[in-house]
Structure formats: structure tokens, C-alpha cells
């Protein structure tokens, strides 16, 4: 034991930069590890708790507009034997006019989204009230509804509008004119910054609701009054999925054929908690990048001091050593260093995550707690130190390997694995043939940083792609469905009729429209379950721009469906599906596959003899009319000129709608310069890891071809120009991991937004740039190492002092 | 030729040599003003105790270290005084090193060895060296294994092969450090015949040993003692027939320098 403990000492003098790096390394892996763990921890359970405190339940449905429920409707819900509870608050939706925060210092600031109002009842859904000093929330027994007057609204608008408690908001319509001083401002799940369910929330007080209430009767056209349903289902229930369990719903009650919305209350946590997850993706990269240099190091400096130390791992073996004496020591030395880093890691995340945690509300809306997550800190740790453990005995092997006498006679183990490949030594280019030549001759040495240089392009690749993929013409070309950059929504067919020319001569006067098309859309079922139909005109089916296989449907007994459906359902193209529309079914061919983002992938597609096939109702179908405009930029100004003249009219316009996502899209843009920005740093810390550790293996090879008059920076080229090397193996590597699996990635990414599909576009002159600057980077490192040729004497070099 | 005046061309010129080594604020004076000729053709054999610095002078000489002062001459030129391209140059084209470790590159083989500086000046095509590479493996009794990398030959072979690696660019001195140090006895004789033979075709050598064997073939020794001479050994041509004779007179003489 005595000796052991000597011979761990004796590694830590002798290694002390390797276990200097270790630590450090897993100082930033504990750091990280647990200010991203805590972060998601937290971010997760507090947007749980404020499911719990606003008693949302376990259910959430919204109802289209033109349909109100009724007492029989929520009658049907409740007698529902899956069915504990319902709370169904009632709530005013105001079309076509945003209203505005008017700041205290009168500053005006515009919401981008319809209001819908509701009524405060703290005895019924109390959203939490963020306390005045916004570090907490108001205890419950001191929540109660906004004085007459005032008004509630989303913690969202604080980073999104700047709201604070004071300020107004004021809505005027053509007929009415209402003003509420902002008093407070509650946590509600479907308000935070990255998602919305397409309305602003606004909540006052009870009598002030009435008032809305009274003005909707009088003009329910701009004021529409509905209800949400909350639900909670009794336990036994509580395992049924969620598609099942609308489809009892559409069953027992008929309801959810009206719904345009539902999800769980899991969902709007998810949602709630998705900027987090984002940012917890970019620092888990960055966290299996840095593990993966903790690998390397440990890696290369295991095996190095194996080969420094031949001699006398030799000598100790004949003194009676054993093999697992020389891995004990190895193994404690290096996962103390390791577990010293974390420790100190994790202390040293304490303080930083109470600093971290303010910008957290920013981007989540939510007071998220400021304490550090241990346990599953700990657990994601131990995953880490188990997967070191592994790659040191694999080193480690390579003691077992070695015979005392015959490291007692040769004193240095051999500096290359092989002659390397058979190349004939000549000019020109002799540099070149003799760094290939070394390269070759210990290949082994460098799969390592060849892997870490393919997953860090990987990852480029990743995240370059990903930025691609949100952009306003692909939003609607491929993820929509149908290309558009101005839609208008009638009512009905009359609506339409009566303003559709008016509407072009508005557009007109702007721009050019270069296409436009009806589209209708209504909710019908097939396949057990209830999904959005969008309905064209036979001549219009080539504006199907995301068909993923097969054609768009031509008559009235074809439809498309989404490949999510088709998927979930095992469906093939030219199998048949059963659609039912109230009374009436019919069974139509599947003639193609598409995507659309639309409903969340629940979508199908028909032509426009469907109508008549399944009777439907003109008043039951929305009107939309596809405008594609010659210049999209002006879509917004455009859709404001149509409000202006038609107030009754709902116009929605690509740049806007990009702008909902565009919280999002930006987080993938950061994600991708972070990513690559990363890749680079560690491209360079690994390659002068890399370049260090070959470098003073290699030193008395470059000190006998000094010796020999080789010029200096010839040398120094043929040390370095293998890094290149190393660069441009690693780049095929992982471009061809992205080939194989990127897509796919992409893909399943994508399918938490309804697509089944993303089309890989990489950008080119990105991609080109960054496998420069990595492989740049991996020269220039190696050229930069290999200055002692320069600088030391040869006898310094092959060590004859 | 005995008693016969012979005038030798001084090659190269030490003057007031001094290495110090320093490590901290600790210095170590290996080699103090030091001065020495070394003359075309002759065979010069440095030797001194352990820790003499003997090989700090001749790896001085060989433009292998940096000096801490004084100059030495080759060519008209400070040689301490180059940059490091021309360093380059000479240690390709004028001076051959031997070490006594041989530090063949482990994975080029025996002929790639030898061609190697050949290959990296820029006067002589790719033939010419392949050429004189072979020749110079044939010549030393390595031509067989000259496609043996350097770990499949003997200790002997490998130096064999080093000599011919430093004669390869034809230099007008060879250095070689104990180049049989590593060597066992009968490897050390061959080696030990092939520089006396290069020797005797006009090849100017400087070589540092504890060994009294390859001292013998020498026509001039020096012994220094803390980085000064302190004595010097003039003899005649090395012949194998007059062995005895000659090993009498060094022996005598290394006794006289307490050796």
C-alpha cells in the first residue's frame, strides 16, 4: 500500500499539467453539469407547480369560432366516467384590433396579437401574482382578482413588451374604448415568450368582464365570446394518451369536433420549458465536447507516460509489481483529479447559478428556484467518470503488455506502431511524403482526434443546417403545406364574395399578386381521430408544395394525408380510409404523403368535389384565400391597410407570422454561431493537446533530422502538414455522419412541430468557411508546437544531455 | 615520411570556446576558454573522464549547440555566429554528425535513412542519391538489409548505417560521439575499421570516446579535463600492423593523465 502511494505521488509531480488540465476540465464539466441540470430541474418542476397553482388540470380545449358550447355540451363532459373535474372560464376574444401598453411615460407600445379576455377568480384558476419586488410569488391567501379598472396580464410581457405595473392597457375599437391600469402580473402557461396559443390573455375584474360579455351580445363579430374547458381525469384515466382521450371525448360528447386546440398540461410545460431545453442542448454539447477532451488528455497522457515510464514499469514489474498496482495507481490518480474538478465545479455553480437565474426569468416568464440540483448532477457525473474508467483500462492494458526483460534491454518503447504506408522517398514535395510517412506509421495515435474533429463537424454541420431550416419561404413552402404570403379568412361564402375584389384592389395597390387560391378548412374525422381537412380547388393542387411522396388528390373519392398520420396508422399510398363528416362517411384513396405544420401534422387534404361528397355546410367551412405576393415584405403593411377598411376581415401575412417564430429561429441562429464558435476553440484545444503530445514523442526524430541539416521549417512543415491531415480525415468523417444520420436528426427534431420531414439544405460558403478555419486552426496549432525545433539545439532535442 | 616537414591545412579553429550550462541561478561552466585546430585528414580523438565535456565540444563543433562565447572557425566563418537555415546548410553539406545512441528515424528503413539528407538538398537528383546511398549500404557490408527498418538490424548495422547517412553528402568532417557505446565488441571493431578506413581515403574525423581501442586509431588525441586540454597525442597514420607499438604509446600516455 506504502508503495502504491509513493508511486501516486510520483505520478502527480511527475504529470502535474495533465492533472492540472483534468481538473480544470471537470471543474467546467461539474459547472456546467449542474447549472444546466439545475436549470432544466427547476425550469421543469416550476412551470409543474404553476400547472398546479392555476388548477389548469390535466386537459386543455379551445373551440373554433363560430362555435360556442353549450350547457349540453359541458353536461356530456361531466357525466364522462374518465372525467374527475371541469372549469370552463369563459373568456372574450377581440378580432381584428390588437390594443396597446400605454407606458407610464406615455411611451405607446403596439401587442401583436388578438386580446382575449377573462375574468380573475382566485377561488377558481389562480394564476400565480408575481410578487412587486419579482422575486416571488404572492402567497396564495393574498391573491385576489384586479380591482375595477384594472387588469392582469402575462409575465411574458415584461421581456416582450417591457410591461410593468402601472401602465395602461388600452384597447379602442371602432364603437368602444377600454382602458385598464396594469395591477398585476400572473404566470399562465400559454402565455410565455416562446409560445402563445395565438392570443394576448388579459384578465380583470368580474364586473369589468361583464361588461365585454354585455358588448360581445351587441357586436359579436369584432367581441366573440367563448369558453376554454379545463379538465382533470379521474386516476385510473390518468395513463390514457392523450389522442385517446380526445377520441372518448369526440365520442361520448361530439365536442371535439369543435375544438381547434387541445393538448395536455404536460405539453404546455414542455412548451413552457422549451428555451431551456434549447439552452441546455448547447451547453450539453459543449459539455460532451469537453468531456470528450478530458478523454483525449487522460487518453494521451496515459499512454504516453506508459511509454516515458517502459523502463521502469519494466524495472518495478521485476521487482515483483503487479499489473493492478500500476492500474490502481493510474485509476486513482487520474479520477481524483477528476472528481476534485467536479466538487469544485459544483460548489463554484452555486453562486453562479443565483446570477444565472434573473436572465432566466427573462426568457422563461417563470421564477424559477435557485438552488442547485444534486442528485441527478451527480448521477450525470457518475455516467462520466464510469465511461473514463473505461477508456483508462483500456489504456491501461498496454502495462499487462509489457515484458520486464525485454523493457529492461530496449529502455524506449518503439515511437511508431508501423513502417506506415510505402511510399517512396523523393522529389519534390519530400516534406509531404515524409509527414504522410510519420502519420501513417502511427495512425493510432491520431483516431482519436479524428473522431473529435468529426463529431465537432457534426455538429457544425447540425446546427448549420438548423438554421436553414427556419426561414419565412421554407416555413411555407415545405412546413406549411401551400405557399402563401397574405391570407385573408372569411366567415363565409358571402363574406367572401362581398370583399374579396375590394381586398385584391387593396393588395394592388402595393404589389403585384402573382398567384392566389381558396383554400377551405374545417375539422373532419378519419382514422379514429379528429384532424384539420383543407379543401382546394381541382385546378389550384399544384400549390400542395410538401408533398413527401405520391401525387395530390384529383377528385372527389382521392385524399393526401400527412405522413404522421399515415405513419401512426400504418396507412400506404392507394390504401383506402374511411372520413366521416357529421352523418355522413365515404372512403377515399390516399393518393400522397405531405407535411404540414398546420394542426400539428393532423391534417388531410382533398379536393374541392368533397364538399358535395360529404355534404358539408357552407357556414361550417373557414374561406381562405391564398394570396403570393411579388414583394413578402410588405405583406405586413399591406394586412394593416386591409384592417384598416375592413375591420371584419382577419388577414394574416408571412412576416408576421415568421415574427412568432422568430424567438425561436434566432435561438437556433445563436445555437449555431455558439456551436461553431465552440467547435473552433476546441478544435484548437484539442489540437494543441494533440500537437503537444506527438510533439514530444516525435522530439528526438526532429532533433536527428535537424542534426541530419534538415532546414527548420522544413521540419516544421512536415510536423505540421500531417495536422492538415488530421483536419481533412476528420471533416469526410463527419460530413459523412451527417449524410447518414442528419437527415434523420433533423427530422425526429422536427416532429415535435408537426413535420415528419426536414430537407437538409447545408449553406455552402458556411460550410466551406468553417472546414477551413478547423483545419486552418489544426495547422497553425501544430505549426505553433513545433517552435522548439527552432528554438532548442539538437542535442536538447533527442535528449543526449 | 618520417622526419619530413609536412604542412597540414587547418580546417577549422576553436577560439576561446566557453559553454555554460545554466539551470536557475545555478551555473555550470562545462567548457572554459578553450582553443583547438583541427586539420584536414587528420583523425582527431577527444578523450577525457566522465564529465569532462567532451561531448559538449564536440556537439559544439559540430554546430549541434549553441556557445555561450568565443568563436569557431570553418570556412572563413563564425559558425556560432549562423542563422539557423545556414546551420541547416552546413550540417547537410559539410559537417556529419554520429551519435552514440545512432538515432536512426525508427520508421524510415536503412536506405531511406541514408538518402534522406541527400533527398533534401537541392543539387543532386533522386538517382544520384539512390545511387550513392547504395553504394555507400554496399560498401559498409549493409546492402542486404538496406530495406530493414531500423529496429529489425543489429546495434552494429544500425551505426553502419548512421556513418553512411553522415558521409552521404560527401562532408569535409565527420563528428561522432562514442560511436561505439553502445556497441559490442565485435560490432565496435567494425565500426572502429570503417572510420580508419575512411580515414585512410582522406575523410577529416573527430570522434569522442572512453574507449582506449578506438583511440588508437587516431593521429592526434587530445585529453581534456574540465573543458581545457590538458594534454595532447601526436601519432602516425593508423596502420593494423604497428598495433602493438601504438597501443604501448597511448596506453603510457593516458597513464601518465591518470586514465
Known sequence: MKALWVLIKAQFKNKKSNYISIFFIALLIGLLLSLSVSMIVNVNNTATDAAKASNIGDYFMMFVVNYVPTDEDFENLNQMEEIKSIRVPEKVRVIGEYGNINKKDNEKISLEKDPAFYAYRSDFMPFRILSEDKKSYLPPDQVKAPEKGEAYVPISFIAQFGVEIGDTYHLKTAEEDFKFKISGLVEDLTQTNMISIGEHNIYLNESDFNLLKQVSKKNPEQFHFNYMVYFDVNEEFETVPMNEMFKRVQEKTGLRDKAIFSGTDDLLIFFASIISYIIIFAILIFIIIMFIASLLISNFSVASSIEEEYKNIGVLKAIGLKNRSFNLVYIFSYISAMILGFVVGLLLSIPLYNMVTPYLFDVTSMLATNQIVILPTLIGFLIFVLIMLVFLLIQLRKIGKIVPAKALREGKQANYSSSGVKIKLSKPVLNLKLSIKQFTSSAKSYIGSTFVVAFLFFFVLVSLSLTTVMTPDRMMTEFWGFDWDLITIYDSHEEYEENNQQIRKIIEEDVEINDSYLVYQLPISTLDQNVGAFILEEKDMDQMTSILAGRAPQDDAEVAITKILADNAQIQIGDSIEVKYNDNTADFVVTGLFQTINQAGQAVTFADSVIEKLAISDKNLYIQEYYIIDNQDKGKDIAKNINEQLPDIEVQNVVEMWESYGLMAAGFDYLAVLILVLSIVFAIISSFILAEKIFSKEEADFGVLKAIGIKVSSIRRIFSLRFILIGLLGLILGFLLFLFTGNSILSNMSLLLGLSQIRVILPKSLVIITSLLLVFAFWLIAHFVSRKVKKLDVRNLINEI | ?259
Open chain 2, 1 to 259: 615520411m618520417k622526419g619530413r616537414l609536412v604542412l597540414k591545412e587547418k580546417i577549422l579553429t576553436v577560439n576561446n570556446l566557453q559553454k555554460i550550462y545554466e539551470s536557475g541561478d545555478v551555473k555550470n561552466h562545462v567548457i572554459e576558454d578553450f582553443n583547438l585546430d583541427i586539420y584536414k585528414n587528420d583523425f582527431t580523438v577527444i578523450m577525457g573522464p566522465s564529465g569532462s565535456g567532451k561531448s559538449t565540444l564536440l556537439y559544439c563543433l559540430g554546430a549541434m549547440e549553441s556557445i555561450t562565447d568565443g568563436e569557431i572557425i570553418f570556412e572563413n566563418k563564425d559558425i556560432s555566429k549562423l542563422k539557423n537555415n545556414d546551420l541547416s546548410e552546413l550540417r547537410l553539406n559539410k559537417f556529419g554528425f554520429i551519435f552514440q545512441q545512432i538515432h536512426l528515424v525508427s520508421n524510415l528503413n536503412l536506405f531511406e535513412n541514408v538518402a534522406l539528407p541527400g533527398l533534401a538538398g537541392p543539387n543532386r537528383t533522386n538517382d544520384a542519391v539512390y545511387e550513392t546511398a547504395k553504394n555507400l549500404l554496399a560498401r559498409f557490408g549493409i546492402g542486404d538489409a538496406a530495406a530493414r527498418l531500423p529496429s529489425q538490424v543489429s546495434g552494429g548495422e544500425q551505426q553502419r548505417a548512421a556513418i553512411a547517412r553522415a558521409l552521404i553528402n560527401q562532408p569535409t568532417i565527420i563528428f561522432a560521439d562514442e560511436p561505439t557505446g553502445a556497441l559490442n565488441q565485435n560490432n565496435s571493431q567494425i565500426v572502429m575499421d570503417l572510420f580508419s578506413e575512411l580515414n585512410n581515403s582522406g575523410q577529416t574525423i573527430v570522434l569522442v570516446t572512453h574507449d582506449k581501442k578506438a583511440a588508437l586509431r587516431a593521429n592526434r588525441i587530445v585529453y581534456i579535463i574540465d573543458g581545457s586540454i590538458v594534454s595532447e597525442l601526436k601519432l602516425e597514420p593508423y596502420q593494423a600492423s604497428n598495433l602493438k607499438e601504438r597501443e604501448e604509446t597511448v596506453n603510457d600516455w593516458l597513464v601518465s593523465m591518470e586514465w
